[in-house]
Every structure is written in C-alpha cells, then in structure tokens.
C-alpha cells in the first residue's frame, strides 16, 4: 500500500490558534488515524509560518523582538496539539536553519534553469494574506478574506515565471478530477486558470524594506516571499526533496481551507512543475467556521478558543461534532448550544445510552462476560446487512474527506442497534428463561458496538478506546490500534472473541445540560 503523507497547513504565528486552525489539525488527524486503520504507513504534519511582514508587525504590537515572539507563538501552536490528542509526526518552524537550507537550495535551482528573473511590479498587496491581489479578484475594492484595502506597492524585485506553467496546470486539473477536492473548488481553481495570463510570482522582499525571512542565495539584499519559503515547509518535514524519507512519502496530500486555495491550487503546483518534481496527489479543501454567523477573526471578537471549548464536554465529544456539524467543503456555524445539541442527540442519547443499556444487561444476563451466540435468525440477518452497508458506506465517504455523511451512516447502525435492543427485548428472554436467543441478541450487539467503538477511532480516539475495553478488547495502549483494523470489518462478524471480559456498566457520555443564566454548559446527571 502507498504510504500516506499529509499536511495540514502551517499556521501564521501573529495571534493565538483559535478554533478554525483546531479543525484542520483534528481533520488531519483523523485522515492520518483513519489511513493507519486501512493498512497505510501514515503521517501528517504540521507547523509556524514565521516569516513575513505581519509576523513582523505583530511582534512590533507586542513590544519583543521577532525572534522572541516567535519562539513563543510557535510553542503553544505547538503544545496545543497533544491537547486536542492530534499527533503530527513533525512540527516544522520556518525559521529554522533545516528549513532554510530547503528553500534557499529549491531557489538556487530553479535560479539555474532560468525560472527567475528580476524585474519591476507595482500592484495591491494585502498584508492579512501576504499576496498581491489582481484587481478582479477584489470584492469592491477590498480584500475578501480581511475586508481591508489593500496596499499598493511598486518595488524591484524576483519573480517566478509562473505563467509559463499556466496551461500545463490547467491541463493537469483537467485530466485529474481528483486532484482538487471538494468539487467546487477544483472549479475555482480552474477559473483562476482561465481567460487572463497569470501574473508571475513575486518572490522575494527587498531587506531594505523587510529583513526577516530567508535571504535568497543569488542576492543578499533579498529575503524570499514567505509563501515560496512556506509551501516549502512540506519537504522540510521530509527531510528535503533528495532525502530518503521524501522519497518514500511523496507525492503527498494537502489540506487547507478555501482561505489559502490560490497559493494551494497556482502557487504550489506550479513551483512544483518548475523544479521538475512530481506534484501533490490531492488537495483537500474545506469551508470555515463561522462564529455569530461570520469568519472567526480577532478584530470581529467572535473567536472561538479551541482548549476552552474541547474541555466543555470533552475532547472526543468536541472532535465528533467539528467532524459530524461540518460538511466538508461548506460554512458551519459555531455555537455552544450546537455542541449540547449534538452532544446530547448522538451521544448521550444514542451511543452513550446503546453502551450503558447492553453492558448493564450482558453484566446481569451473561455474568459480564461475551456470550457464544447461537443461531441467527431472520433479524440478525437483517441487522448484519444493515451493519455491513453502514460500516461499507462509513469507510467510502471517510476515505472521501466526507466526514459528516460517514459518521450520519455509522449512526445509522447506532440507531438500528437501539431499535434491536427494543424489538428484541432481552429482559423478556431473561424472564422466559431463553438463555440461547438472550445470548445471541447480546453478542450481536456487543458485535457491532465493538465494530462501531473501531471505526470511531480516528474521531475520538480516547472514548473508543475505552469503548474497546470495555467490551473485553482493548487497544494497545503503546502501539495504538493494529494497522489495518478496519479491513474486512464490514464483511465479516464474529471477531468479538467469546468470554472475553465485560465492564459491568459503562457511562461515556453523561447528559449533558445548557446553564443558560451562566451561559455555560455543564455536565447533568447521566443517562438512564
Ligand atoms: N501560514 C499560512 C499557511 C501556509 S501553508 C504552507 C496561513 N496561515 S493561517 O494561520 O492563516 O491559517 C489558515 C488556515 O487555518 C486555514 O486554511 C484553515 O486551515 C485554518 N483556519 C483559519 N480560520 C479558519 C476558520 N474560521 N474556519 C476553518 N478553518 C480556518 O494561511
């Protein structure tokens, strides 16, 4: 199987993450732990863009040295990870020298084959995104993304011969439906393609004006554009396009939101074409959080801290709504209230309740441990092929980036099951005495929930795994879940080994209840 590369963008140190760059994190996380699950040797990375004038600007504001700032900055970017359990195999800092000498060596090269040039560029500049903005792409005059006017700057400076790539990239997105996912953003990037010639990149900053960046190796009075010096930031985290490690992983997939598709979608490919490497496999591109109905930022004061808000109902439960309330690719609203909804529905009331309902009665009907089931009848038989196409379709839109819709089809079991508990009444079993059908209800159901706590991993690994364990068969905890658990879950039953050991009740998710005279949500009494 090819192994799995993916990044998660390397996030601008100028304020503190917020929830938006938590999302793409946990996303990241999950497709790493979902890949693993498949059988893929997998990997995702992270880190600070550090270079640039905002970087520079918001140290300014914050009265210490650009060095110190970022040092600082990049550290709780860096420790808010293992607090959201989202594990990226590295954590790439821009200023660091490893980093430095990849770019300066992918410049020197393409300097060589005469794709950069100097020249002279008057244009609008936009400080929030650090690029220059075509006067088409501005929405009444202002930036898109900061609602700010942009600057016009007209300065000597290198540039990349970008236009020259243009068509070979639109001709590579055409014949690549999958290169740029969702859809509509494939179609967006076509359209950047089209009609006009592509302005080359700029890509360096006279140190005149700004010196913190990497000083390009042609000419020292020049520090590199921080995006040609951030994309760059994916072969750091391998090492460098000669090293072994990069060679084994590349080519990769990205993801991004739609914020930062052009430099994605244009920038990247094209530098790619130009250094004569082969291109990324796949570019995933999500949709922002909006918080009272518009994007998160600071000078709105409608930003949503990440740590705060996993801790409310807990760091699985916050992973299971970013991935179950968004659909990939669109707008979603943030709110608490949303949380406690979707908290409540799908895990207190359904999965919550599924678990403490069985293991109560496997502990009084079974003697806690797994029952050996005996005959399946028709219901069984219904409830299996059910499972078999929730699990089958969960794997299909996982592995498609269609989080929600897998984990609407993974519920769809979940409330099957809820419904079999009802229909199947064990207690009347118990009280007629029918200790083989008890058996055989009971095993199904502790079947398919071991197989539902599985496919949960990459969304909340800590409830699964104690899931897991509580149905008598938990993960490892130092070598995690086996590669490849999931393949051949849909398909085949009766893996849960009989008599292995049962919790005698389980209380994963209490209910949980909006204080709205506080305005925060605390934890209720659990479910019945
Ligand atoms: N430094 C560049 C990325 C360079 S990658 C080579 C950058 N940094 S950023 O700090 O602005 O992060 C942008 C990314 O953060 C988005 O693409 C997205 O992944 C995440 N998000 C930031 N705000 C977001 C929302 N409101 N909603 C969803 N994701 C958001 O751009």
Redesign the pocket.
């Known amino acids: 199987m090819t192994p799995y590369y993916l ?8 304020a503190a ?5 938590a ?3 946990i996303v990241a996380d999950a497709m790493t732990r979902f890949a693993r699950l498949t059988g893929r040797e997998a990997m995702f990375i992270t880190g600070a ?1 550090e270079h640039g004038d905002k970087i520079v600007q918001a140290a300014a504001r914050s009265g210490r040295p650009v060095r110190k700032f970022t040092d600082e900055m990049s550290a709780a970017f860096r420790a808010l990870w293992p607090e959201l359990d989202a594990e990226p195999a590295r954590f790439v800092r821009t200023s660091s020298p490893e980093h430095r000498e990849v770019v300066r060596a992918f410049l020197q090269k393409i300097y060589e084959t005469g794709d950069i040039y100097f020249g002279e560029y008057g244009g609008c500049y936009c400080y929030g ?2 690029r220059f903005y075509t006067e088409k792409e501005l929405e009444d005059g202002v930036c898109p993304q900061h609602r700010v006017k942009p600057e016009y700057i007209n300065e000597k400076n290198y540039f990349f011969r970008m236009s020259r790539y243009q068509d070979r990239l639109k001709q590579h997105i055409l014949d690549n439906p999958g290169f740029i996912r969702p859809e509509r953003y494939r179609s967006e990037a076509l359209a950047l393609l089209e009609g006009d010639i592509l302005d080359d990149l700029c890509i360096s900053r006279p140190k005149a004006r700004l010196d913190w960046g990497i000083e390009l190796p042609f000419d020292p009075d020049y520090v590199c554009y ?2 040609f010096d ?2 760059l ?2 072969f750091t985290a391998l090492g460098g396009p000669e090293s072994a490690e990069f060679k084994h992983f590349w080519p990769g997939e990205h ?6 598709l052009k ?2 979608a244009v920038f ?1 490919p094209t530098m790619l074409m130009a250094a004569g490497l082969p291109l990324y496999s796949r570019l995933h591109v ?6 009272r109905a518009a ?3 600071k000078s709105i004061g409608n930003v949503v801290p990440p740590l705060e808000t996993a801790r409310s109902l807990g760091l699985d439960a916050f992973r299971y709504f970013l991935l179950r309330e968004m659909r990939f690719g669109s ?1 979603a609203d943030f709110s608490e209230e949303a949380l406690t909804v979707r908290y409540n529905a799908d895990l207190a009331n359904d999965l919550g309740n599924l678990f403490s309902r069985v293991l109560t009665m496997a502990a009084r009907y079974c003697s806690g441990k797994v029952p050996a089931p005996g005959a399946d009848t028709e219901t069984e038989r219904d409830l299996k092929s059910l499972a078999s196409d929730s699990l089958a379709d969960f794997q299909r839109l996982f592995a498609g980036s269609s989080f929600s819709d897998a984990l609407e089809a993974l519920w769809n079991l979940v409330r099957a099951l809820n419904k079999y508990v009802d229909a199947s009444a064990p207690w009347t079993l118990a009280a007629a005495g029918d200790q083989e059908r008890l058996d055989t209800v009971l095993y199904t159901l502790l079947e398919c929930m071991r197989k539902t706590a599985l496919h949960l991993l990459p969304v909340m690994p800590g409830k699964s795994a104690l899931m897991l364990a509580q149905l008598g068969v938990p993960v490892d905890e130092k070598e995690g879940p086996p590669s490849g658990a999931l393949n051949g879950e849909a398909e085949n039953f009766g893996l849960l080994p009989a008599g292995a050991p049962l919790a005698p009740a389980s209380n994963l998710f209490p209910r949980a209840e909006t204080d709205k005279s506080k305005g925060r949500i605390g934890k209720g009494r659990a479910t019945p």
């Open positions: 990044t998660a963008p390397i996030y601008y140190v100028n993450p917020h929830l938006g760059h999302y793409t994190t863009d995104c650090e921080v995006w951030a994309l930031a994916y993801l991004v939101a739609k914020d930062i430099p994605h990247w999500h949709g922002y959080w909006l918080s994007k998160m930022s707008d």
